[in-house]
């Protein structure tokens, strides 16, 4: 039962980290970028989740998701269904929960590299596109290293939208936070000490992993 | 003087409205903190300073009693819970409970209406009493296996009554006292399962060893024994005594 909770819990992360990536390039790129008077409030808008109570977005996205929210109705237009309770509403939700940890490191990659590198790379008259694969793209690893592994961990973590719009069912929403919760409520404790210890120890890992690149990646320019 | 109270999740709006009386009629006060028994068990073995529990079940009181964590001998069943299956939609549960077995809505006339239902929500059986009465009344009627795929579980009964609420789950198993009103389903429709389909829900209060001596949480403890409390339980709310 733990293990399935666990796999449950990596393949949520992994897929949110994913979608997270494609998502906050492209507005990392256009915040770091624009000079539009969009950008305060875009920049304040992705940033929120940062700061709201996961029980806010939690409740927030139950209603919303829900028969007669706005997403709710789209997805059901769409023939999707209603998606709380399932996997993909827990993606939805991790992807908006996670969101500022991956646009923001991402935004600040860019802005650090500057005007110059690409400026250059339009004058040898590259592509845009291109440019942007092969210039920005690589001189702001850095940012996508550290956007990737705070997505993640982040997903691991997450509990309060979970309990929400999770429904707790097992394979399906039933990830690691949740599955603690629930031996602590049912008084299990020695089972909810070997998945609370892993979570330390796997958080305390991801952190230190991430200094490190960090230090090795940051310094070398290519 | 005050008592501080940790009160089951379920019993949240009869207790607000004894605390308010109790307050009134004996000038004590009391200090309500709403939660999860199983989580308020780990809270008051780790220090908290409650001083009554009124418990979701009979188990939690007995077992904090036998760890010298509740005053031996002042256990007792303050209220015994009635299991409705419920549904925001009028006319959604018939009153025999038949959307169950058919697995969709029937109107007056037997005659099916809408589509199947997709989920039926239930509080998380292992954690809350009433989720585990559910289960109990699903296997008398023998649709546990059929219905199960369908169970989207609440952590507890508040949750469990919140996924209902929003309609993301169309009905569900949740607290009679959760969807009365002034001793009337205030709306939607419902099914008031027959009690002999599952084992009492009873409700236990007990005396917390960080509140023995304080006068106001025997006072309460009194109080909750008292017609006047009882009445309100059980009419207002649909709790048993």
Do not use: C
């Not at chain 1, 790379?121 to 940012?143: D, E, K, M, N, Q």
């Not at chain 2, 699903?138 to 059929?146: V, Y």
Request: aromatic share 10%.
């Amino acid at each position: 039962m733990n293990l399935d909770a666990i796999s449950l819990t990596l393949k949520l992360a992994s897929l949110t980290t994913l979608v997270l990536l494609v998502l906050a390039t492209p507005l990392a790129w256009w915040l770091s970028q624009t000079h539009s008077k969009w950008r305060a409030p875009v920049g304040a808008l992705v940033t929120l989740p940062l700061v709201l109570p996961p029980t806010v977005l939690g409740f927030y996205l139950l209603i919303a998701l829900g028969p007669n929210g706005p997403l709710g109705q789209m997805t059901q237009a769409l023939g999707w269904g209603v998606l709380s309770f399932t996997f993909t509403g827990l993606l939805i939700g991790s992807v908006i929960f996670s969101l500022p940890f991956a646009v923001q490191p991402i935004q600040h990659a860019f802005e650090s590299m500057g005007t110059r590198p690409m400026e250059v790379a339009y004058t040898l008259r590259a592509h845009p596109l291109v440019a942007f694969f092969t210039v920005a793209v690589p001189l702001a690893r850095s940012g996508f290293l550290t956007a990737a592994i705070l997505s993640f961990a982040h997903t691991v973590g997450e509990f309060g939208v979970v309990l929400m719009i999770g429904g707790n069912i097992p394979g399906q929403t039933r990830v690691v936070s949740t599955q603690i919760y629930g031996h602590v409520e049912a008084m299990e404790y020695a089972q909810a000490h070997w998945l609370a210890g892993g979570m330390v120890v796997f958080s305390f890992a991801v952190l230190l992993a991430l200094s490190l690149l960090r230090k090795r990646w940051g310094r070398v320019m290519p | 003087m005050s008592v501080s109270v940790a009160v089951a999740a379920n019993f949240t709006a009869p207790m607000q409205k004894i605390a308010q009386a109790f307050e009134q009629d004996t000038g004590h006060k009391a200090v309500l903190s709403f939660g999860s028994t199983g989580a308020f068990y780990a809270q008051i073995k780790n220090g908290a300073p409650f001083q009554v529990l009124l418990a979701a079940d009979d188990e939690t009181p007995l077992r904090l009693e036998k760890e010298g964590m509740g005053v031996a001998g002042s256990r007792f069943t303050y209220a015994t819970g009635r299991l409705v299956l419920w549904s925001k939609q009028v006319g959604y549960v018939d009153d025999q409970g038949a959307v169950l077995k058919l697995g969709r809505p029937v109107n007056a006339q037997g005659t099916r209406t809408a589509a199947p239902f997709t989920r039926l929500a239930i509080a998380n059986p292992k954690l809350a009493p009433y989720g585990a009465a559910a289960i109990e009344v699903l296997t008398k009627l023998g649709l546990l296996q059929e219905l199960q795929p369908k169970w989207v579980q609440g952590d507890n009964i508040a949750q469990t009554y919140q996924f209902v609420a929003t309609e993301n789950a169309p009905l569900g198993f949740v607290a009679l006292s959760q969807v009365m009103v002034e001793g009337r389903i205030s709306q939607g429709s419902a099914w008031v399962v027959p009690a002999h389909l599952h084992t009492p829900i009873r409700q236990d209060a007990v005396l917390l060893a960080k509140g023995q001596g304080n006068p106001a949480a025997t006072a309460l403890l009194q109080y909750l024994k008292s017609d006047k409390a009882k009445a309100l339980i059980r009419s207002s709310f649909g709790y048993e005594l």
